[in-house]
């Protein structure tokens, strides 16, 4: 599955983005998808996952309650909103999809085939 992901861009602190993760492929309901980041000199990192039915999303501790991650199959989209942003939010953004059902985590999606990444950066 070939994914593409959009929506970046420079915010000011306490603002908003919405990423998207699209593809043409029919086949996308049968992967979860998850977003990762990765800031300069650091590792990737897990951000939110959902499974194929949009069920019971994970969320890594340092974006609960401030990320919301949903799907939508019918147009093979999977969003992330982003509120409350901070400049340590600021990081290249990728989706990825999983043929596992979850849940998911930091240690936790396996196979994953990666989009191309969106730039995040939130100024203070």
């Known amino acids: 599955v070939q994914l593409q992901a959009s929506g970046g861009g420079l915010v000011q602190a306490g603002g908003s983005l919405r990423l998207s993760c699209a593809t043409s492929?029919?086949?996308?309901?049968?992967?979860?998808i998850g977003w990762f980041r990765q800031a300069p000199g650091k590792e990737r990192e897990f951000v939110a996952a959902?499974?194929?039915?949009?069920?019971?999303?994970d969320y890594s501790n340092l974006v609960k309650g401030r990320f919301t991650i949903s799907r939508d199959n019918a147009n093979n989209v999977v969003s992330l909103q982003m509120n409350s942003l901070k400049p340590e939010d600021t990081a290249v953004y990728f989706c990825a999809a999983s043929p596992s059902s979850g849940p998911y985590s930091q240690a936790y999606f396996p196979l994953p085939v990666w989009g191309q990444g969106t730039q995040v950066t939130v100024s203070s």
């Open positions: 959902i499974n194929w039915s949009g069920g019971n999303p």
């Open positions: 492929e029919r086949t996308f309901s049968r992967y979860g």
